[in-house]
């Protein structure tokens, strides 16, 4: 029997790792809708060679290119923000969430109001609106499925376990590209030196989000999300290997730790196979020739975004949505080279700051509409506190 599958954010990184397992196995599946952005060069070659019905454009102005790429293949064409939530309403066994950022949270949630399964990649959306995502899944009887990396090997170290017997999460870092850099030489990173990770292959926002570690921070929130524990019980260990990728601390002492290749098919083809294992084209690891493992302490004066990720976990509410919105904000603001690599967490800090103060944070009804709003007014407020940094950007490397 063919499944029908979805793939938003399918010229990505997660996407096209996404097409790599289903383009192996072409007669089992039948694509519905493919999403991409200003590529649609790319996106037009994954819809002609998956046979998809739809192919939609995040942005309206690359619709005529679109459609001139796919004219006469009787493959659908659309563009924007709401012709993504209508491909998603289209009826899919399995639909792949793989935008970056806070644009895969509308697409994510009326793929859910169809009571479908979401592999989940997008973890802005949980980091956003969790409580409504998790209570959209089950009033439509949808499933959720990470695909994180981290939540992948949590998930599957709790398979056939109580969650009354876990003690801890422990997440795994890598450390990114500055994790054995001088303190004092992080002001004067570039953004080439931000954009190389030294393990992952992986799109340029979240290659930057891990040398930061905002990266790390939306995975806290994105397990306390998910899994329902406790912020305390959540913790991030340094880990510059990334062969482990998580660990579960249950409570007779034992922890059950997650190995595997850093290889994003791992985690995608056990949302793909779930509940099934199905052999999955990833290296093998040789434990011998690896020999050790080494861990450190997360250094909270190098990742800073660490620490205001604790704070966003204590306020809960719309902090996420916040937290979010500041961080897209401000790597946007370090991509525009209008602010250094290290004014990045300062910006966050400051929004989160001047919403707190201003109240409403806490204990907020998380609707789709608040979310949009509070991530709204964060960039606003992440755009002055970028716009305040700027006159000290004067001399920057580029
Ligand atoms: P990427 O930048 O490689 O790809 C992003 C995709 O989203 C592309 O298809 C792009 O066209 C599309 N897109 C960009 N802006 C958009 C917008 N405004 N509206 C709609 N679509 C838009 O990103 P990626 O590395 O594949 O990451 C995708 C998501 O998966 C992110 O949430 C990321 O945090 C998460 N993730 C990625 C990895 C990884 O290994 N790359 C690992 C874990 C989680
Ligand atoms: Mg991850």
Known sequence: MTRRVSIFGATGSIGENTIDLIARDPSAYEVVALSGGR???????????????????????????????????????????????????????????????????????????????????????????????????????????????????????????????????????????????PLENLPDATLAEASSHPNWDMGQRITIDSASMFNKSLELIETREFFDIAPEQIECVVHPESLIHALVGFNDGALMAHVGPPDMRHAIGYALHWPERRELPVARLDLAQIATLTFRPPCTKRWPALALARTVMDIRGLAGAAFNGAKERALDGFIAGQIRFTDMAGVVEDVLDTLSAKGGLENAAITLDAVREVDQVSRIYAAEAIEARAASTAGLRR
């Open 39 to 181: 590529n649609v060069k790319r996106l037009a070659e994954q819809a002609r060679s998956l046979n998809a019905s739809l192919a939609v454009t995040a942005f309206e102005e690359a619709l005529p290119e679109l459609r001139a790429l796919l004219s006469g293949t009787g493959i659908e064409t659309a563009a924007g923000p709401e012709a993504l939530v209508d491909a998603a309403r289209r009826p899919a066994d399995w639909i792949m969430s793989a935008i970056v950022g806070f644009a895969g949270l509308p697409p994510g949630l009326a793929a859910l109001e169809q009571g479908t399964t979401l592999a989940l990649a997008n973890k802005e959306s949980l980091v956003c609106a969790g409580p409504l995502l998790m209570a959209t899944a089950r009033r439509h009887g949808a499933r959720i499925l990470p695909v994180d990396s981290e939540h992948s090997a949590v998930f599957q170290a709790l398979v056939g376990e109580e969650m009354s017997a876990v003690e801890r999460v422990i997440i795994t870092a890598s450390g990114g590209a500055f994790r054995d850099w």
